[in-house]
């Protein structure tokens, strides 16, 4: 599927400028830039020339249908790939060839479709994991709670405990999140994330698997997280209610190729993304 250069150029025409306002907020300067990644796996190409921006304070949707290299695209963002060609560059740094641990340092966070939570651990203990990048106290100080190292760690759990409060999952703080259902368990893991306080916050599918309730509960919680702490999303996301409510604007994969690229208004209404993924006009 192939778009036309004037095309492509009406949709980007149509996102946000620098420090517009939009919705009643401030979108900045971009904060990350992609430029031009590709990524194979053998022989097979996952991604192919991808380029986009990202602006601080904004709410990007990454959409496109089963296999069209959106997870490979937030792989390639936090480190855990490297692409073979392209640049990524945050805040002005650019990099190829750092992990996932010097990424998380840099100030982006990730959630993941298929949750990684420690599930015999409580719901405090699983947040408290994501304070491990700020903690400056040595191993034997910390498993000793002397000095310093007891005042740190009082002062992270109560910046977790603000988190779970903001989460409203108060009443299972103490709870193993083995235990819990499952959207209380999306809750958890976008408060560890949220524990490591980003500047770029990765969701890969936040409301996937989720009933209609826990979905209206998840999207408060991102436009909150977006709105409160300032926070710049990246969001995956199949439901495109959710995603034409939330975002600012919307890069569409198809096959590891971008066919479209700009405001969800802009992308809903692009025939390229109609034929490749909506099938009708939403």
């Given amino acids: 599927m192939t778009v036309t250069p004037q095309h492509n150029e009406t949709l980007r025409a149509a996102g946000p400028s620098s420090h517009e306002s939009v919705g009643g907020k401030t979108i900045g300067d971009a904060i990350l830039e992609v430029q031009n990644i590709s990524l194979r796996f053998g022989g097979v190409k996952a991604l192919t020339d991808i380029s986009f921006d990202v602006r601080a304070h904004e709410i990007r949707a990454i959409i496109g249908p089963n296999g069209a290299g959106k997870s490979s695209l937030l792989n390639c963002i936090n480190g855990v790939y490297t692409p073979q060609q392209g640049s990524i560059t945050f805040k002005g740094e650019s990099f190829r060839h750092m992990n996932s641990h010097q990424v998380a340092v840099m100030g982006v966070a990730r959630t993941f479709q298929n949750l990684a939570l420690f599930k015999g651990m409580s719901v405090l203990d699983n947040i408290m994991t994501g304070r491990n990048l700020k903690i400056k106290s040595n191993i034997l100080l910390q498993a000793l709670r002397w ?136």
């Avoid at 903001?166 to 958890?188: A, C, D, H, N």
């Avoid at 980003?198 to 977006?226: H, I, S, Y």
């Avoid at 409160?228 to 996301?237: A, D, K, Q, R, S």
């Fill in 147 to 282: 000095g310093p190292a007891e005042r740190e760690e009082i002062m992270h759990r109560e910046a977790v405990e603000r988190i779970i409060d903001f989460l409203e999952i108060q009443p299972w703080r103490k709870t193993p999140v083995g235990q819990l259902p499952y959207g209380l368990q999306k809750r958890v893991d976008l408060g560890r994330a949220l524990a490591m306080e980003p500047q770029l916050l990765l969701l890969d599918e936040p409301m996937a698997g989720m009933n209609v309730e826990e979905k209206q509960d998840m999207c408060r919680f991102v436009l909150d997280v977006n709105d409160e702490f300032g926070t710049t999303v990246v969001l995956i996301e199949h439901d495109m209610g959710v995603v034409m409510d939330i975002s600012d604007r919307v890069v569409v994969l198809d096959y590891g190729k971008k066919i479209g690229d700009g405001t969800a208004h802009a992308v809903r209404n692009s025939p390229d993304v109609i034929s490749a993924y909506l099938g009708t006009h939403y």
